[in-house]
């Protein structure tokens, strides 16, 4: 994934919060069905609903977060579900500590 294009992931103010909250999935989504966060993650309604901001945007939100390999997603059924990706973001942790 190009640097640019990661940023440009970063460069959101609800992107940013939705890294946030999926760092704590049980203390953010607190009222969630009982899913395994830890495996599966929180489903893209919670999160909508969290963010106040229509399930397509989210929707794109999340999917640019997927592109730069920030999130990950899983569909159970109808459903999907995300979860940050610890080796995107231990990518990202590189690419500050080592070429910025």
Request: hydrophobic letters at 40%.
């Amino acid at each position: 994934m190009d640097q640019v294009e990661i940023f440009k992931a970063l460069s959101n103010k609800t992107r940013l919060q939705i890294l946030s909250w999926l760092k704590a999935p049980a203390e953010n989504f607190p009222d969630h069905s009982p899913v395994d966060f830890e495996n599966i993650g929180v489903c893209v309604g919670q999160i909508q609903l969290k963010a106040g901001l229509s399930q397509s945007t989210i929707s794109e939100y999340l999917s640019i977060l997927q592109r730069a390999d920030l999130v990950c997603a899983t569909r159970v059924g109808q459903w999907t579900y995300y979860k940050r990706n610890k080796k995107g973001l231990e990518n990202l942790s590189k690419i500050i500590n080592t070429e910025l």
